[in-house]
C-alpha cells in the first residue's frame, strides 16, 4: 500500500523538519506512487501533469540518499544531474532543492545559459552534489572542461516531452553517453509519447512505470472558450479582453514567436496595457526581473512563447490567451494550465483565424471536448465557426463534438470575462542554505 503522508515515508529527520515547516503533509498520487521505489533505488518512468508534485518526488528521495551517504566530491564533478529544458524549470527545481535541504550540508548549482558562464565555472571548480542544468549550456561547459559527468550516481530528465519538443534529443543522447552506466536514472514527463517510450528503453534499467491519469485531460477549474476571428482583428479583441480584467488580476497572452511577442507587447502597451514578453532571446536577468514583476501584480499581462507553457507557476492568473493557437495540440494543455491553479478558478480563451483550424480541430481530438464558441464580440466570423462545426470536422462524423453542431458559449454581453548536502542557492554562489 502507498504512503499518503509525508510523515509516513523513511525520510531523514532534517528534511521532514522542513518539510513539517512548510505545511507538507498529504501526498499527491505521483509522489505516492514515486517516492517508495525511489528510495529502494529504482530506475522510473513517471507520468503525470503538470503542477502534480513530480519536482518534490524525485528531489526528496535523492536529497535522502545524499544525506545518509556523503562522499567527497572531486573537482568540476556531481553526484546528481537534473537536466531540465528551460531556464524558469531549472531556477524552480533549485529553489525546491533549497526548500527541502534547508537543514542538509548539501550545495548545488544552476548551469544555464542567458547569463555569463563565468560563475557557473566557479561553482563547479570544487564539486557540486546536486547540478541542475539544461542542455545545451552544459554540453558547452563540458567540451571547454569545465564539468565532467563519469561521477553523476542520479540522473533525472525532467519534463522530457518538453524537452524532446524543444529538439533536445540529439543532446540529451550525447548527455547519457557521457554518464556512467551504473546508476540510478528517472524520466518524468506530463505526457508519454512514443518517442518518449523509445528514449526510456534506451536510457532505463527495468524501470518502474507510473501513469497519473487526469481525471480529464485539460483542467477543471479552467472556463475554455474560442473565439473565430480573422488575424488582423485579434489586437483588437486582446485589448479589449485584457481591459475587462479587474485591478491586481494577471493574464498570460501566449504568441507562436519570440518577434511576434515583442510587437504584441508594444501594441498593448500603447494601448495603455501594462505588458512585458518572456523568450528565449531574453537574457536571464531580463526574463528573472519581468517575472518578478509579474508575480507580485506590478505586471498585469505577460506575453510569452511557450518557453513560459511550463516552468512558471503564478497561483493568480485568471486569464489566458491564446492569442496564436499553438501547432502542438499538447502545447494547448500546458498553457490553459497557467491559470485555474490551487482550486481557483480561470478563464482561457484562445483565437482562432481561418488559418488555424486545423491547430483547433488537433487541439479538440486531443482533450476530447468541443470547445465552446464565443461570439459576444464585434468581429465574430459565423461562417467560420460554422466550417469548422461541419460535417469535416474533428472526428470526421460532424464536428468536434460529432453531432454536426457547435457548442455556443452563451452570450455575455457586456459582463466581464468569468474569472475565476552545503548548499547552493544561486548559480556560482557556495553558502549553506538559507530559508
Known amino acids: 500500500m502507498?504512503?499518503?503522508?509525508?510523515?509516513?515515508?523513511?525520510?531523514?529527520?532534517?528534511?521532514?523538519?522542513?518539510?513539517?515547516?512548510?505545511?507538507?503533509?498529504?501526498?499527491?498520487?505521483?509522489?505516492?506512487?514515486?517516492?517508495?521505489?525511489?528510495?529502494?533505488?529504482?530506475?522510473?518512468?513517471?507520468?503525470?501533469?503538470?503542477?502534480?508534485?513530480?519536482t518534490a518526488a524525485f528531489s526528496l528521495p535523492i536529497l535522502n540518499v545524499l544525506y545518509e551517504e556523503p562522499q567527497n566530491i572531486r573537482p568540476r564533478t556531481a553526484r546528481v544531474l537534473v537536466l531540465t529544458p528551460t531556464r524558469e524549470l531549472a531556477s524552480q527545481v533549485g529553489e525546491s532543492l533549497?526548500?527541502?535541504?534547508?537543514?542538509?550540508?548539501?550545495?548545488?548549482?544552476?548551469?544555464?545559459?542567458?547569463?555569463?558562464?563565468?560563475?557557473?565555472?566557479?561553482?563547479?571548480r570544487r564539486g557540486v552534489d546536486i547540478l541542475v542544468a539544461c542542455p545545451g549550456r552544459l554540453l558547452d561547459l563540458v567540451d571547454q572542461g569545465h564539468i565532467d559527468l563519469s561521477a553523476v550516481e542520479f540522473f533525472v530528465l525532467d519534463?522530457?516531452?518538453?524537452?524532446?519538443?524543444?529538439?533536445?534529443?540529439?543532446?540529451?543522447?550525447?548527455?547519457?553517453?557521457?554518464?556512467?552506466?551504473?546508476?540510478?536514472?528517472?524520466?518524468?514527463a506530463a505526457t508519454l509519447g512514443r518517442p518518449i517510450v523509445n528514449l526510456a528503453r534506451t536510457i532505463l534499467q527495468d524501470p518502474v512505470?507510473?501513469?497519473i491519469e487526469p481525471e480529464k485531460t485539460t483542467a477543471e477549474d479552467v472556463e475554455q472558450e474560442i473565439c473565430f476571428i480573422e488575424r488582423g482583428d485579434k489586437r483588437s479583441l486582446l485589448v479589449q479582453r485584457l481591459k475587462a480584467q479587474r485591478d491586481g488580476e494577471l493574464a498570460i497572452v501566449f504568441s507562436r514567436t519570440k518577434h511576434g511577442s515583442d510587437k504584441l507587447a508594444r501594441h498593448l502597451n500603447t494601448a495603455g496595457i501594462k505588458a512585458e514578453a518572456i523568450h528565449g532571446n531574453r537574457s536571464q536577468a531580463q526574463r528573472d526581473r519581468t517575472l518578478n514583476r509579474f508575480r507580485k501584480g506590478i505586471l498585469p499581462v505577460l506575453v510569452a512563447t511557450d518557453v513560459a507553457a511550463r516552468g512558471v507557476d503564478v497561483k493568480d492568473v485568471t486569464l489566458v490567451v491564446n492569442f496564436d493557437l499553438p501547432n502542438e495540440p499538447?502545447?494547448?494543455?500546458?498553457?490553459?494550465?497557467?491559470?485555474?491553479?490551487?482550486?481557483?478558478?480561470?478563464?482561457?480563451?484562445s483565437f482562432c483565424s481561418p488559418e488555424e483550424r486545423e491547430f483547433l480541430r488537433d487541439i479538440e481530438k486531443l482533450i476530447q471536448q468541443t470547445i465552446p464558441v464565443s461570439d459576444d464580440h464585434a468581429?465574430?466570423?459565423?461562417?467560420?465557426?460554422?466550417?469548422?462545426?461541419?460535417?469535416?470536422?474533428?472526428?470526421g462524423k460532424g464536428g468536434a463534438n460529432g453531432k454536426g453542431g457547435v457548442t455556443q458559449k452563451p452570450s455575455r454581453g457586456n459582463r466581464r470575462p468569468r474569472s475565476r548536502h552545503r548548499y547552493r542557492g544561486r548559480s556560482g554562489s557556495r553558502r549553506p542554505a538559507k530559508a
Open 2 to 54: 502507498n504512503p499518503t503522508s509525508f510523515e509516513a515515508l523513511q525520510l531523514s529527520a532534517p528534511i521532514q523538519r522542513a518539510l513539517h515547516e512548510r505545511n507538507y503533509q498529504s501526498l499527491t498520487p505521483i509522489q505516492a506512487q514515486a517516492i517508495p521505489p525511489l528510495l529502494e533505488g529504482r530506475d522510473l518512468l513517471g507520468c503525470a501533469q503538470t503542477g502534480t508534485g513530480k
Open 330 to 349: 499538447e502545447a494547448y494543455v500546458h498553457r490553459i494550465g497557467r491559470t485555474g491553479r490551487a482550486g481557483a478558478m480561470g478563464n482561457a480563451v
Open 209 to 211: 512505470t507510473i501513469m
Open 159 to 188: 519534463e522530457v516531452d518538453r524537452m524532446l519538443d524543444m529538439g533536445f534529443q540529439r543532446d540529451v543522447t550525447r548527455i547519457v553517453d557521457l554518464l556512467p552506466r551504473e546508476r540510478q536514472s528517472l524520466f518524468f
Open 379 to 395: 468581429w465574430h466570423l459565423p461562417a467560420l465557426a460554422e466550417r469548422h462545426a461541419s460535417p469535416r470536422g474533428v472526428n
Open 98 to 124: 533549497r526548500t527541502y535541504g534547508k537543514y542538509l550540508d548539501i550545495y548545488h548549482a544552476l548551469v544555464y545559459g542567458g547569463v555569463g558562464q563565468g560563475p557557473q565555472v566557479n561553482a563547479m
